[in-house]
């Protein structure tokens, strides 16, 4: 079994995440408000968004919100790949750099 690199793995889930953020914002932007909701309900599996979705958020917490998702993307990627690299069983004979 090979390691994954805790600082790689969590910077591409970071990664991934504001990608998703960043198309959340899109979406919000450019949909009129009943197509937004029926899409974001959809996610929800039917939970009802419409009294929790905000229309008019300040650019300033929109970035804050960006760099929020980002750190907890990247801080639970390193989680995975550290309970990744962690959890391999280690293979007999091979020396105890080996996992299997």
Known sequence: MQTLSIKRFGFAIA??????????VF?????????AIRFFNSLMHGVDVTTIMRWNMPIGETILGAVGIFVLG???????ACCYNCCGKVTRGEGAGNRE
Request: with cysteine.
């Open 15 to 24: 990664s991934a995440s504001i990608v998703s953020y960043l198309g959340c």
């Open 27 to 35: 979406v919000m932007m450019i949909v009129p408000k009943d197509v």
């Open 74 to 80: 990247w801080l639970f990627g390193a989680l995975i």
